[in-house]
């Protein structure tokens, strides 16, 4: 990976390149060769969103938490990071410009791929920032407060143990744990951070984006916006056979429309959507429809895009529009403070993916829900959309309103069976312990082979409690 005067990327060794660069170009019907144009997007986006909004070092983030992802590219990329325009330019060192892709910071907002526009198109999609002070002498989670003082009966000695474990690195360093933090009886009991990142650090939620948007909708039935069982409101389906997929049905994974969750490959929808796309709802919203609505479970973080663009439409149809609801709505209703949601190009939500917060903000969504929808004392969601959200789809009883449950213990068998969580890419997990009043959130960047030891930490948290 090339250094310009901004660049901060590191340099690969040329020698391995140039074998990469050879294999490609001798054996151009290898299918990586189609995997480069989405491995530029993934790593323009994902640097710059971790760089300017995580904060973490370039030169880390890019060795350790975006090369594994897209192996062998990084080899054939050369990356630019410029801190004056805050922007990364992402090329391959084959095609140059045709396959580049561009990323683009906005404070507040995070990080958008350039598809056919500029800068200035761009910020003139953004609404002016709405404040909000969280008090620096309430204690978490009402104000800024840490680590609550010690709880009656829980070993901390054990639970700082089970932590420390969540952390140690495996033999490929594939693991990458960043952050854990233990919520008991609505107090923040224990946390922990990999040296890279802190307490304010924001870490994206990946497919736990798709929690936040179930939630967005919740908001908007609750307020009569809309009813998740009618048919949902997507203008291309007027009269064709996709008119009665109901917003239940997307909710639950199971409109029947055909859709390939695969990041790289030839079948690489999810890929291709949320890096070569401008709008992350199109390419979804026009799939066949390829099952009967309600009847096949087919995780598609396209169908959570779409709720986002229902939910956005329902409040006027602009990103200002989605902007000010979630943080008057929700955010700012649960003491969150600093929540970016990305957008794609065209100023839709990315909500299949896309959600940013502290490990302490998502312990505060997940503790709303722990609470029934209410935040001491403030129903932010009816318990009859909670009800709703947790109730099993039929066409799989893992699966709830893009939350997932635990049904006859079938997903954790040593964890009750009311327990539910928000679940993402990278082993990003809020688990949700009712029978504990207990959640754990666990924020990483972890690879193939680098499973978190879910059944470890859980198991010896709940022990340390009374």
Same mark, same amino acid.
């Given at each position: /990976?090339?250094?310009?005067?901004?660049?901060?990327?590191?340099?690969?060794?040329?020698?391995?390149?140039?074998?990469?660069?050879?294999?490609?170009?001798?054996?151009?019907?290898?299918?990586?060769?189609?995997?480069?144009?989405?491995?530029?997007?993934?790593?323009?986006?994902?640097?710059?969103?971790?760089?300017? /909004?995580? *904060?973490?070092?370039?030169?880390?983030?890019?060795?350790?938490?975006?090369?594994?992802?897209?192996?062998?590219?990084?080899?054939?990329?050369?990356?630019?990071?410029?801190? %004056?325009?805050?922007?990364?330019?992402?090329?391959?060192?084959?095609?140059?410009?045709?396959?580049?892709?561009?990323?683009?910071?906005?404070?507040?907002?995070?990080?958008?791929? /350039?598809?056919?526009?500029?800068?200035?198109?761009?910020?003139? &999609?953004?609404?002016?920032?709405?404040?909000?002070?969280?008090?620096?002498?309430?204690?978490?989670?009402?104000?800024?407060?840490?680590?609550?003082?010690? &709880?009656?009966?829980?070993?901390?000695?054990?639970?700082?143990?089970?932590?420390?474990?969540?952390?140690?690195?495996?033999?490929?360093?594939?693991?990458?744990?960043?952050?854990?933090?233990?919520?008991?009886?609505?107090?923040?009991?224990?946390?922990?951070?990999?040296?890279?990142?802190?307490?304010?650090?924001?870490?994206?939620?990946?497919?736990?984006?798709?929690?936040?948007?179930?939630? =967005?909708?919740?908001?908007?039935?609750?307020?009569?916006?809309?009813?998740?069982?009618?048919?949902?409101?997507?203008? %291309?389906?007027? !009269?064709? *056979?996709? *008119?009665?997929?109901?917003?239940?049905?997307? =909710?639950?994974?199971?409109?029947?429309? %055909?859709?390939? @969750? @695969?990041?790289?490959?030839?079948?690489?929808?999810?890929?291709? +959507?949320?890096?070569?796309?401008?709008?992350?709802?199109?390419?979804?919203?026009?799939?066949?429809?390829?099952?009967?609505?309600?009847?096949?479970?087919?995780?598609?973080?396209?169908?959570?895009?779409? =709720?986002?663009?229902?939910?956005?439409? &329902?409040?006027?149809?602009?990103?200002?529009?989605?902007?000010?609801?979630?943080?008057?709505?929700?955010?700012?209703?649960? !003491?969150?403070?600093?929540?970016?949601?990305?957008?794609?190009? +065209?100023?839709?939500?990315?909500?299949?993916?896309?959600?940013?917060?502290?490990?302490?903000?998502?312990?505060?969504?997940?503790?709303?829900?722990?609470?029934?929808?209410?935040?001491?004392?403030?129903?932010?969601?009816?318990?009859?959309?909670?009800?709703?959200?947790?109730?099993?789809?039929?066409?799989?009883?893992?699966?709830?309103?893009?939350?997932?449950? !635990?049904?006859?213990?079938?997903?954790?068998?040593?964890?009750?069976?009311?327990?539910?969580?928000?679940?993402?890419?990278? &082993?990003?997990?809020?688990?949700?312990?009712?029978?504990?009043?207990?959640?754990?959130?666990?924020?990483?960047?972890?690879?193939?082979?680098?499973?978190?030891?879910? %059944?470890?930490?859980?198991?010896?948290?709940?022990?340390?409690?009374?």
């Amino acid at each position: /990976m090339e250094k310009s005067a901004t660049s901060r990327a590191p340099l690969v060794n040329p020698i391995k390149a140039s074998l990469a660069l050879l294999c490609i170009v001798l054996f151009s019907g290898c299918s990586k060769i189609n995997d480069i144009p989405i491995g530029t997007g993934y790593a323009a986006k994902n640097i710059c969103s971790g760089y300017f /909004m995580g *904060e973490i070092d370039p030169d880390i983030l890019t060795d350790r938490f975006i090369a594994p992802q897209i192996e062998p590219l990084p080899l054939l990329l050369d990356i630019t990071i410029n801190d %004056e325009l805050q922007t990364v330019y992402v090329q391959d060192k084959i095609f140059r410009k045709r396959f580049s892709a561009e990323a683009y910071y906005r404070e507040g907002f995070g990080c958008t791929l /350039m598809h056919d526009t500029t800068k200035e198109e761009l910020d003139a &999609q953004l609404p002016a920032p709405l404040p909000y002070q969280l008090s620096e002498q309430l204690p978490w989670p009402t104000g800024k407060g840490g680590v609550a003082e010690s &709880q009656p009966g829980v070993n901390y000695d054990d639970l700082n143990t089970v932590l420390e474990k969540g952390f140690t690195k495996n033999k490929n360093k594939t693991r990458n744990t960043m952050a854990i933090a233990v919520v008991h009886n609505n107090q923040l009991i224990a946390e922990q951070y990999a040296p890279e990142i802190d307490a304010e650090t924001k870490m994206v939620g990946w497919s736990m984006t798709k929690s936040f948007v179930s939630t =967005l909708i919740g908001l908007l039935q609750d307020r009569g916006f809309l009813d998740i069982t009618d048919p949902a409101p997507v203008a %291309e389906w007027i !009269n064709t *056979e996709k *008119e009665q997929i109901t917003t239940e049905q997307l =909710l639950h994974m199971a409109s029947g429309l %055909e859709w390939f @969750e @695969e990041s790289q490959g030839p079948n690489a929808d999810q890929g291709y +959507v949320l890096h070569r796309t401008k709008d992350f709802s199109a390419f979804y919203t026009a799939q066949p429809l390829v099952a009967e609505p309600g009847t096949v479970y087919n995780y598609s973080t396209g169908g959570s895009s779409l =709720l986002g663009r229902i939910a956005q439409e &329902q409040l006027g149809g602009d990103l200002a529009d989605t902007y000010y609801f979630i943080q008057d709505a929700l955010f700012h209703k649960i !003491n969150i403070d600093d929540a970016v949601l990305e957008f794609d190009t +065209v100023g839709q939500p990315g909500s299949g993916a896309y959600l940013w917060l502290t490990a302490r903000d998502w312990a505060r969504l997940g503790l709303l829900y722990l609470n029934n929808g209410n935040w001491f004392g403030n129903q932010v969601l009816s318990q009859q959309w909670i009800n709703q959200a947790l109730t099993p789809s039929p066409s799989n009883p893992e699966y709830a309103a893009q939350i997932w449950v !635990n049904t006859d213990k079938t997903v954790w068998p040593y964890l009750p069976e009311s327990t539910f969580a928000f679940l993402g890419h990278q &082993q990003q997990r809020v688990m949700i312990v009712p029978e504990h009043n207990l959640v754990v959130v666990r924020l990483g960047y972890s690879f193939e082979g680098g499973a978190d030891k879910l %059944e470890e930490l859980m198991t010896g948290i709940i022990a340390a409690l009374p």
